[in-house]
């Protein structure tokens, strides 16, 4: 189970706002690429992973994406609150105010909401732990991305961190691969014939 | 996992279920002071139980002091 703590893991404090970027960061919230994903995509995998290294890796990672979830939210609402809404509409956010004015929705930048399509959980560790990595990589470009569209420091910071714990998680999931390749490469011994074998004595 | 570490782990989880249940309800009651009471003591208790636990069976939480290897990946876990 879980317990939340009352801090971020990395801090934000963004001192102007700025909607324009709160619509395309967004999709590291609700994205295909973002942090829900990320997090329900580790989570979800975990429960078939084989070996303890993996399933630790899964979780732990899993969880941490939920952190980051936070820190994207926490991005959005420092850009986005108290914003008049015709500078939401001039700014390009006038769709979202209509739904959800100054919430956080989880969609992506061109506005699709989250989709469980985004992520798979296919009980084959080996292409489970392949998209993982992919999904990293395609999350540190989208953190590229939007840190080519930022100017303001108190944005790039934690864009930065977060792009850099993409490649940490990449890191970690190579090893967890690895791992798991050895073991189902091992040469299996029977110390004893298994049980199903002695059930029809003849 | 044998008898009485499931029976040891099962205290752990109905002590912190009960400080759960207490949360939720100082949530939308912060001025109670017989439940804020309660919760500090079931707190303390729940404190002793996991301490007890993770001494003699290993970490709850990652953020738990560990021997080496490194015993947070030890299984089982909770779906195993």
Redesign the interface.
């Given at each position: 189970?879980w317990v939340y703590e009352k801090k971020l893991e990395y801090p934000v404090r963004i001192k102007n706002r700025n909607p324009r970027l709160a619509k395309y960061i967004i999709t590291q919230y609700g994205g295909p690429d973002g942090e829900l994903s990320a997090s329900l995509r580790y989570l979800s995998q975990?429960?078939s992973m084989p070996t303890?290294?993996a399933?630790?890796t899964l979780?732990?990672i899993g969880t941490e994406e939920l952190a980051h979830l936070e820190i994207v939210g926490t991005i959005v609402h420092q850009l986005t609150r108290g914003v008049p809404a015709d500078v939401m509409e001039r700014e390009g956010l006038g769709a979202y105010y209509a739904d959800h004015d100054h919430a956080i929705y989880p969609l992506s930048a061109a506005g699709t909401p989250w989709t469980a399509a985004y992520i798979q959980s296919k009980g084959d560790p080996i292409a489970d732990l392949m998209e993982d990595l992919a999904a990293e990589q395609k999350a540190r470009a989208t953190y590229e991305n939007l840190l080519n569209m930022v100017d303001d420091p108190d944005v790039r910071e934690p864009l930065k961190f977060l792009r850099q714990r993409e490649i940490v998680h990449f890191q970690r999931f190579g090893e967890a691969l690895r791992i798991v390749e050895e073991k189902l490469a091992q040469k299996k011994f029977y110390i004893k014939s298994p049980g199903y074998l002695n059930k029809n004595p003849e | 996992m044998d008898s009485a570490r499931e029976r040891l782990l099962r205290e752990v989880m109905a002590a912190d279920f009960t400080l759960i249940e207490l949360n939720l309800y100082l949530n939308t009651h912060p001025y109670d002071q017989r439940a804020i009471t309660i919760f500090n003591e079931c707190l303390q208790k729940a404190k002793a139980l996991r301490q007890n636990y993770e001494r003699l069976y290993g970490p709850i939480t990652p953020m738990t002091p560990s021997k080496c290897p490194w015993q947070w990946i030890e299984d089982p876990w909770p779906w195993q």
């Open positions: 189970m975990r429960f303890e290294e399933r630790a979780n732990d | -």
